[in-house]
């Protein structure tokens, strides 16, 4: 009977999108791509294997989102313009602790832990799907701007002039982004707990330890 109702309900919605509920559907669409993107690959994964878990026709998939490019750049784009738009308003503030952009960076990779093994998959390997459209679209405004940011506190007087901006702005980027990169490996042989508790103090570690790094 359950199979039944699920093909009843699955040939009601394939074919067109619906009159209600096209935000849910799109949220649903990008959700089950992402996962099968950072599991499988850009190249491994149809259309077809979205539309199949989402329960509609491919059909629905392309009205949404046209063809599999433009469905990866906004699965990516969900995640990083929110936090290239904090970046900007960091950098417009004028004072931002390194504390502070830890935090930002933290929050958003537990919220999408997904993001990691995505990036890593079609932007930072060689060949990735996404690598030209995030040097020329994306990179500016996420770690772009961090070497700017830390530019201004170095004015300030809060980090050491001696050291490099940029240079600083990567080992920023690599210790808050490489632990969920590790996460499966770091839980089971280091034991580290990625619950909100662990998160935490994880973020806590990053911080102090990259603060105590870069005073003057």
């Known amino acids: 009977m359950v199979e039944i109702a699920k093909a009843a309900n699955s040939s009601k919605t394939r074919g067109r999108p619906p009159g209600q509920g096209s935000a849910r559907m799109r949220e649903n669409i ?3 791509s992402e996962d099968l993107f950072a599991r499988q690959g850009f190249a491994a994964t149809s259309l077809r294997e979205v539309a199949d878990v989402v329960g509609v026709n491919p059909a629905m998939v392309h009205y949404y989102f046209g063809n599999k490019e433009s469905l990866l750049r906004q699965v ?3 995640t990083l313009e929110p ?3 904090a970046l900007a308003e960091m950098q417009a503030a004028g004072q931002t602790r390194v504390e502070d952009i830890v935090h930002l960076l933290l929050t958003a990779l537990k919220q999408n832990p997904k993001m990691p093994p995505l990036m890593i998959r079609e932007v930072m390997l060689p060949g990735g799907a996404m690598q030209e459209h995030f040097l020329n679209a994306m990179a500016p405004r996420l ?3 961090l070497p700017g940011i830390l530019a201004s506190e ?3 007087g809060r980090m050491a002039t001696d050291l490099d901006p940029n240079i600083s702005a990567l080992l920023l980027l690599a210790t808050s982004i490489f632990p969920f990169i590790v996460r499966d490996v ?3 042989a280091l034991g580290i707990a990625y619950d909100d508790e662990g998160l935490l103090k994880l973020e806590q570690h990053i911080g102090r330890v990259f603060e105590r790094g870069v005073s003057p």
Do not use: D
């Open 83 to 85: 936090l290239a738009s």
């Open 143 to 145: 770690g772009g701007a």
């Open 30 to 32: 990008l959700n089950a």
């Open 154 to 156: 170095q004015g300030r």
């Open 186 to 188: 770091a839980e089971q």
């Open 76 to 78: 990516m784009e969900r």
